[in-house]
């Protein structure tokens, strides 16, 4: 089963909406602190791929977005979603979450990709 994750090209942002953490109302071009995407930025696996691009974690490993193929993108795409939905709050057009959570986020989707070896000091004999 193909995920939902596209959004009609005619959705529009409501008027205001408030912030699940601070209670701030936030409007077009005036949000809080704690908005990280509007749905009018791109669907789900845009934000995921949004994370992936600022992470220093992948970064830090000496790889960007473009190692992880289009194709797994598609064939983990349910999944992507799930994590995007499991670590920030959409409301009504607006993702909310704090600031670490991006960086979670893209460690849990590069993990997936491609899980760090575990240390040998680490494994149990």
Known sequence: MEPDTEFPETQTL???VRCTICGELN????????????FDQGHPLDFAHFAIETSRYVQARGFDASTISDAWWKAHAEWVVEQVLARFDAVDGYVFGYLGDLDLLSKDIWLEFR???????????
């Open 115 to 125: 899980p760090d070896p575990v240390p040998p000091y680490l494994m149990r004999r």
């Open 27 to 38: 409007a077009r071009m005036r949000y809080c602190s704690h908005v990280r995407w509007t």
């Open 14 to 16: 409501p008027a205001e």
